[in-house]
Each structure stands twice: as structure tokens, then as C-alpha cells.
């Protein structure tokens, strides 16, 4: 290429015009710029299309309001149309000179589809600094590299440039980063936009991503500069086709998601908008006469919660589960309530639901991570090569927190306890409630090295969707917060897969939150209180807790074969039971599985329920009576709480009560005794005598 001259720019041609408006430039002005760069190869070609083209169209105001089709090469153009939209494409240098100086200022379906657009070198020859180098700059700084930013800069820039007559990436606006981003959205709904796209059907899908992530990294770059306000927030367009719905029936609904999310958490609206799509959808199928809210009756909404239960989803080909209906049917009653409470119209004006109307959920034991298995899986998770998601499942594993509250750690949440132990402040999660709990050395130091790389970063804080304070999150890179599929569902893909933790299907067979159970169950076994596991898992009621802490596999095993296992040490009336095999089946299958009902304060009751309540309480003679060698501290403790009783009724001249006193005192001796018997026979020795 020729050694070109380079134009000087005034800054009145930096300035952005009022209003939309175009026109063409003097003919000896642009020809003149043809020779000055010296371009003799391509320099007759671009005045001979500059000159026809002003002939075409000598209104450019014309040219504006034409069709698309009309501006812009399609790959299926009519004959009448094809000459215009070759015209178009061979003065598209024309063109961009007319955006870089000023003269025009273009519509995006326009930008979008006419390619290519060459303006950052027609800015380097003009000497017009768009300010690409110093946005490429920043995403460096940000962690991205120079070949793939710098595709996403040339495209966004470009197209803001010509349509805002902007010439200069710093004096973009929040605002029109956003109307960027809703043409771009447009653009690809159109019905025509195969036409107009470099892209196969076959991967239209993928492609529907690729546009509007350029204009999100856009407004990221310009927001961690300081230069918009608008925070880099994930706006991808749906690749999933939505069906039609009645405009009255969304317009309600759009009212009312609105409504939400002034005070739900981020991601309720989602699904309430998901549950009542769904349910449009139905009506639309199955009672196609309804066109509004109003006309929709109980057993309308009825009808369609009985299909739930049987029609299969487009994702996994089956019904949704109890807990998956539960959500839908919770969003179409509160949406009716509210809307009802509200006094809104076009809606019943009444709860159409209540709360009997949701499946009920049976209560499951925590599906805690057996030991082979955490130790397979913390191995693997160790040679996870992302230190974010290392990181994060070291600190699920040590502290049975939440995915979300994982994800939304601070740099200034780790400090430590006066005696050095590690402590976490974890933020504000399902509860609304911030707690501080003790981590792991294993996890503190992974956290620590994280802290100290997010530390010397450019980014600017970013404000917390839950309390609205400007936060320096840890798990941030490339200028974002890492999604929690990314911390924990690919993460534990990679490690389960290498620990061999997968189904028959190939899935993984752990899931982040079986780290919360874990934590639960090994808090409950060794003994840790109630108000502790609540406090480390942030439960806000105790019945949560209580799931772990009444229900512990290891301390259920170990008091049911301390009692029906073979060999077992027993005695009370109830042993005789026990040895000679009188129970029957049903009766120990019960027993073993709700053992931890039948403890009492001295032993444990043979009861079963078809026997009805107990009708007295000396269950120390009661035929249903047995105790073990784990409650002879109890029962030495109240022989002798019995022998100060009466004692205390002879001072008293209480004979009937010296005698009742006496004789539960001797019914322990005796079952102590037995239970020293039962043992020294299983140790193979002869039992002491009795005390004279």
C-alpha cells in the first residue's frame, strides 16, 4: 500500500449532531480525499460509485427511509431491488466518510447488516482517535486477551460511532449503550434476519448470543473505566422461541413482575415469569376462549395444576417433579392473591389458590457425602486447575454455606478469631441474615491467595443485588462475578469424573449442596449443640437443625445394636423378649427404624404403636422395659436420688413413701447387677458375688 497522508480533525467534527439527519458532501471533497491517500488501484472505482450513488440517491434522507433490502446486500434480494443494494455495497466507503465527518449519522438494522464496515482504519487515516486502543487497554487490565477483545471493540465501537456521530469511545453514554443493546435485541427477532446475518440456521442459536455479548463487554469496559454507571449485568437474548400470548394477559403480567422485583430477591421474578408463561401457554391450548385473567376460574387453574402432573417438560421429557409444581402453582397463587388485594382489573379479583392446594413435600434425611467418597472427592477437587472454583468448594466443604453466599464473598470477609482460627463472614443469603463461622486452614488459605489477586485489580466494585452496597467480590474475573454454575456444577463435573462419582447415566453424583448436609451430619455426630449447627449452617428456625441433630446414622446404629444386635448386654423385663426371639418381624423392622422414639430416661421402651399409649409410668418393671450398659451412670445416679428419697420420707414419718422409695432402689441394684452379670459372661469371667 502507497504511503498515505493523514487528514487532520478538528474537534467541531468530534461534536454530535442534533437529531437524526444525513446528507451528502461535496464531490470534490471526497474525490480530493481519494487522492491524497493515493489509492490508484481502487481510487477510479471509489469516485465512480461515490458519483453514482449521489446520482441514485440526491436526497440521502431517501436513502435512509428506503427498505433494508434496498440498502443492504440479502441473500435473497428481488431483481428490482439488487441494483440499489449493490450500489449500496460498493459506496460503503462513501458512506462511513459521510459518518466519520459528520455529514450522517445511520440507523442500527442498517449498521447491523451492512458489512463490512471498515471505519477504524478510515479513522487511522483521517487521524480520528475512536479510542479503540485505549478500551483494549483496559480489558488487559481486566484479564482479557488482545486477540478476542479486540474483535468486540472494533464491532461495538464502529456501530455506536456512525449511529451517535461520536468519534470518540469516551464521550459514550449508559443510555445509548442500552439503546444499543435493545436495536441489537430487535435485530435479531426479525423474520428476515437469516437474510441479513453471516450465519447457517443450523447455528442461528449460537450466534443469537454472540452480538449481544459484544455490546454487554462493551458497557463493561466503559463502566470499570468510570466512564457509565449502568453495572455489567448478563443480558443475553434467549435463544428459546416463546409462543404467543393473549397482550391483555401479558400486559398484567409484565405489571406484576415489575411490582416483584422492587422487593424480591433477583431471581423470583425468573421463575414467577417462567410458571405463568407456562400457564398462558395451557390456556391458550386448552381454552382458547380465554383471552384475559378475568375469564379464568378455579377450575380452570385446577385443571391445568392436573396437568403438571402429567405432562412432560421440553428439557428432560418427564413431569415435573412435586418440588418443580410447587414452585409453578406457589407463583399462580400468589399472582391471583396479590393482583386480588391490589384491586387490579382484568384479574378475578379473588386467590383462586390456597395453600392445600401444593403438593406435599415428604421430609427427607440430609443426603450427606459418605466418608470413601468425600475423601475421593476433596482429592480430586484439589487438582482443579481454576482457582475460583477450588476455592469455592473448599469453602462449601468447610462450611456448609450456601452456593449464592459463596459466590457474593467480599476481599475484606476473611479475618480471623484472637486465638488465629480462621473466621468467614458470609453474606447476607436465603435468610437475609449475615453469620461469621470458623474456616478450615485448607480453605482460609486457598481464600487467602484469591484475596490477595483480587486485591492489586482494576475492577470497580459492583453494588450487591441484596443490600445495595458497593462490594469487591472475590470470585471476579474478566470485570464480572463468576456464575455459581461455574463455581460449583462445571467444577464438580471435572472432579467427580476423576474421582469416579458418577451415575449410570455419566452424571456426577454430588452436588454442592450435599456439602451443606455433610457439614450438618458431622456437626450432629460429634456432638456439637443446637444453637451451633444453626448458627454454622444459618437456619432460622431450629426445627431445620434439628434434622441433623436428632437424626445422626452413627448414633442411631450404635443405640439399636446396643439392644437388638446379636450378643447385645441388656436387661429389664423387656430382655426375656429380646433373647427368646418373641418379637416379631414387623416389630423390629419398626424398632429399627424409629429406635431414637423409644428412649427413655433409664433405658428404652418395646412398645409398638398398635399397643396403644402406656397407661403408667413404672416402666422398671413393665414388660416392655430394657436397658443397656450405656445408661448404668443414670441409673447409679438415681439409686442414689432413691435412697435420699426415703431417707428424706423417714424424717418426714412417711412409711408408705420409705417403702415406694425402697423398692425402685432395689429394682435398680437389681438391674444393675443383671446388666454386670450380662457383661462378665460376654467377657468370658465369672461375676462378683453380692454385698452381703
Known amino acids: 500500500m502507497a504511503q498515505t497522508a493523514r487528514l487532520k480533525t478538528s474537534e467541531a467534527d468530534l461534536q454530535q449532531p442534533s437529531g437524526l439527519h444525513a446528507q451528502h458532501c461535496p464531490q470534490?471533497?471526497?474525490e480530493a480525499l481519494i487522492e491524497q491517500f493515493g489509492l490508484a488501484d481502487h481510487g477510479y472505482q471509489r469516485k465512480v460509485a461515490a458519483r453514482r450513488f449521489m446520482s441514485r440517491w440526491p436526497d440521502l434522507m431517501d436513502w435512509m427511509k428506503a427498505p433494508l433490502a434496498r440498502r443492504a446486500s440479502l441473500r435473497q434480494t428481488s431483481a428490482r431491488q439488487a441494483p440499489d443494494a449493490r450500489l449500496s455495497q460498493k459506496a460503503l466507503g462513501y458512506l462511513l466518510y459521510l459518518g466519520i465527518r459528520g455529514y450522517a449519522r445511520f440507523d442500527y438494522p442498517w449498521l447491523l447488516a451492512a458489512k463490512p464496515l471498515y471505519l477504524p482504519e478510515l479513522a487511522w487515516r483521517l487521524d480520528v482517535d475512536l479510542g479503540i486502543d485505549q478500551l483494549k487497554e483496559e480489558a488487559v487490565r481486566l484479564g482479557f486477551s488482545v486477540i478476542s477483545i479486540d474483535v468486540v471493540v472494533r464491532w461495538a465501537v464502529t456501530r455506536l460511532a456512525l449511529h451517535t456521530g461520536l468519534m470518540d469511545a469516551r464521550r459514550f453514554t449508559g443510555e445509548q449503550i442500552e439503546e444499543f443493546r435493545i436495536a441489537v435485541r430487535s435485530f435479531l427477532q426479525r423474520p428476515d434476519v437469516l437474510d441479513l446475518v453471516p450465519c447457517s440456521p443450523e447455528k442461528f442459536d449460537t450466534f443469537k448470543m454472540d452480538w449481544p455479548m459484544r455490546v454487554n463487554q462493551l458497557g463493561l469496559l466503559l463502566f470499570h473505566r468510570g466512564q457509565i454507571d449502568a453495572e455489567p449485568r448478563k443480558k443475553m437474548v434467549s435463544i428459546k422461541t416463546r409462543e404467543p400470548t393473549p397482550p391483555k394477559m401479558q400486559a398484567i403480567v409484565d405489571r406484576w413482575l415489575a411490582v416483584r422485583r422492587t422487593t424480591d430477591r433477583p431471581d423470583g421474578p425468573k421463575h414467577f415469569d417462567v410458571a405463568l408463561y407456562r400457564f398462558m401457554v395451557w390456556l391458550g391450548r386448552n381454552r382458547p376462549q380465554i383471552k384475559t385473567f378475568a375469564k379464568v376460574r378455579?377450575?380452570?387453574?385446577?385443571?391445568?395444576?392436573e396437568a403438571l402432573a402429567h405432562q412432560p417438560t421440553p428439557r428432560t421429557g418427564q413431569p415435573l417433579a412435586a418440588l418443580?409444581?410447587?414452585?409453578?402453582?406457589?407463583?399462580l397463587g400468589q399472582f391471583f392473591s396479590n393482583t386480588a388485594a391490589w384491586g387490579w382489573r382484568g384479574v378475578p379479583g379473588f386467590p383462586l389458590l390456597g395453600f392445600g392446594d401444593c403438593p406435599r413435600m415428604p421430609m427427607r434425611v440430609p443426603r450427606f457425602i459418605p466418608t470413601d467418597e468425600l475423601a475421593r472427592l476433596m482429592a480430586a477437587v484439589a487438582h482443579l486447575q481454576c482457582p475460583y472454583q477450588r476455592t469455592a468448594l473448599l469453602i462449601a466443604r468447610w462450611t456448609g454455606a450456601r452456593k449464592g453466599e459463596i459466590q457474593r464473598l467480599a476481599v475484606n470477609d476473611l479475618d480471623q478469631y484472637p486465638d488465629g482460627t480462621p473466621r468467614l463472614r458470609l453474606p447476607p443469603g436465603k435468610t437475609y441474615k449475615e453469620r461469621i463461622v470458623p474456616l478450615h486452614h485448607e480453605a482460609a488459605d486457598a481464600l487467602k491467595d484469591l484475596i490477595a489477586r483480587r486485591e492489586v485489580g482494576a475492577e470497580r466494585p459492583l453494588r450487591d443485588q441484596l443490600t445495595g452496597v458497593p462490594t469487591r467480590y472475590v470470585f471476579m474475573d474478566h470485570g464480572r462475578l463468576l456464575s455459581?454454575?461455574?463455581?460449583?456444577?462445571?467444577?464438580?463435573?471435572?472432579?467427580?469424573?476423576?474421582?469416579?462419582?458418577?451415575?449410570?447415566q455419566g452424571r456426577p453424583t454430588i452436588s454442592a449442596h450435599r456439602f451443606r448436609h455433610t457439614v450438618g451430619t458431622q456437626l450432629a455426630e460429634r456432638g456439637a449443640k443446637l444453637h451451633t449447627i444453626m448458627s454454622v449452617l444459618g437456619h432460622s428456625s431450629a426445627s431445620m437443625s434439628m434434622i441433623y441433630a436428632r437424626i445422626s446414622d452413627k448414633e442411631v446404629l450404635r443405640d439399636y445394636q446396643s439392644v437388638l444386635s446379636p450378643g447385645a448386654v441388656i436387661a429389664g423385663p423387656g430382655a426375656d423378649l429380646l433373647r427368646s426371639g418373641a418379637l416379631q418381624k414387623s416389630a423390629v423392622h419398626w424398632l429399627k427404624c424409629n429406635f431414637f422414639k423409644t428412649e427413655l430416661e433409664l433405658g428404652h421402651c418395646l412398645r409398638l404403636p398398635e399397643e396403644g399409649p402406656c397407661e403408667c409410668d413404672l416402666y422398671l418393671t413393665c414388660a416392655k422395659f430394657v436397658t443397656t450398659p450405656a445408661y448404668v451412670p443414670r441409673l447409679k445416679e438415681r439409686l442414689k436420688l432413691e435412697k435420699v428419697l426415703a431417707k428424706d420420707a423417714v424424717d418426714r414419718g412417711w412409711p408408705n413413701e420409705q417403702r415406694r422409695h425402697l423398692a425402685v432402689a432395689a429394682r435398680i441394684e437389681q438391674l444393675l447387677r443383671d446388666l454386670d452379670t450380662e457383661s462378665a459372661s460376654r467377657r468370658g469371667r465369672r461375676p462378683r458375688p453380692d454385698k452381703p
Open 28 to 30: 470534490e471533497e471526497y
Open 298 to 305: 378455579r377450575d380452570d387453574v385446577l385443571a391445568y395444576i
Open 324 to 331: 418443580g409444581r410447587r414452585a409453578h402453582i406457589t407463583a
Open 484 to 504: 455459581c454454575a461455574y463455581l460449583f456444577q462445571v467444577a464438580l463435573a471435572i472432579a467427580c469424573r476423576e474421582a469416579g462419582l458418577l451415575d449410570a
